[in-house]
């Protein structure tokens, strides 16, 4: 067996330069969290109109009098409800998270 030096990876990467820190805290985050409100709003009405139409009822009259009533469900406008509401949902959840990082992520203070 022969027994050869392993590579540690060190030698593989450029020495880190020193730069400035990322900051988490950015003002800009409040207005990106509105713009995915008013989004996740208009995703939440456009998949409340897909289900609303995606189901269309027929009515039929027999010659002895009888009413027939069934439902007929159109699968695309359904799987488009789901979708946006899908989309809806995330798009909350990423405000939530951008306005969380515009309020609360401050970098520390330097103690003097």
């Known amino acids: 067996m022969i027994d050869l030096p392993q590579p540690t990876g060190a030698e593989l990467w450029p020495p880190e330069e020193a730069g400035p820190a990322a900051r988490l805290h950015k003002p800009w985050r409040t207005l990106v969290a509105v713009v995915e409100v008013v989004l996740a709003v208009l995703a939440g009405w456009a998949a409340y109109a897909c289900w609303h ?11 002895d009098g009888a009413v027939l009533e069934s439902h007929r469900y159109f699968g695309g406008l359904l799987a488009a409800a789901i979708g946006l509401g899908t989309v809806a949902a995330l798009l909350l959840v990423d405000a939530v998270r951008q306005l969380a990082l515009a309020i609360r992520a401050r970098s520390p203070q330097p103690k003097a």
Not at 53 to 63: E, F, G, I
């Open 53 to 63: 139409n995606s189901v269309a009822s027929v009515v039929t009259r027999t010659d």
